[in-house]
């Protein structure tokens, strides 16, 4: 247990803390944009739906690494087996996707501009660090599994349709 709850702690710091910290050190909350009644609700309504959007993501890959992958998402404690089931059959990075989802719904939501520039420091790190260190890795550890699973599911924009493995 106390694995996962160590794992828990890089997407809490880039998802919470960090926001946190520099909407309370700069002073930069502007829920509604200052933008008139009811036009203001819009970018409420949007940073929540990106929040929970991305929450949901985190929440049921997170399980997923757990359950299926009998590891975590922490790069001290990965997955000994390849997840391609629920939504990994539509697209490869979904955690990443629902933790940039919550940056941008805060920085949306918040209406904060530092938090907008962390929000796109953490997409530009995972854009770099994606390809050249996580899918090598994967590759070393997985083979001619995780090959097939990149050949088929794109990284970033789902599929239309579930990708089934051969195997399956």
């Known amino acids: 247990m106390a694995r996962q709850i160590q794992a828990f702690m890089l997407p809490i710091t880039v998802t919470g803390f960090i926001p946190l910290l520099l909407i309370s050190t700069t002073n930069t909350l502007n829920t509604g944009w200052g933008l008139p009644p009811p036009i203001h609700l819009l970018p409420i309504l949007l940073g929540l739906a990106l929040i ?3 929450l949901w993501l ?6 997923m690494f ?4 009998k590891g975590t998402l922490a790069p001290w404690d990965p997955t000994r087996r390849l997840v391609v089931v629920g939504i990994y059959r539509y697209v490869r990075n979904p955690m990443i996707s629902g933790v940039c989802a919550v940056v941008l719904g805060e920085a949306i939501l918040f209406g904060s501009v530092p938090v907008l520039i962390w ?6 790190v995972n854009l770099v660090y994606i390809p050249l ?3 090598p890795g994967l590759r070393q550890r997985f083979g001619a599994d995780y090959d097939e699973y990149m050949h088929n599911v794109p990284r970033w924009i789902p599929r239309l349709s579930p990708w089934i493995p051969p195997n399956s």
């Open 58 to 63: 985190m929440i049921m890959t997170i399980r």
């Open 52 to 54: 929970a959007g991305g």
């Open 133 to 135: 260190s996580e899918e």
């Open 119 to 124: 929000a796109l420091i953490v997409i530009a």
């Open 66 to 69: 757990i359950t299926i992958g």
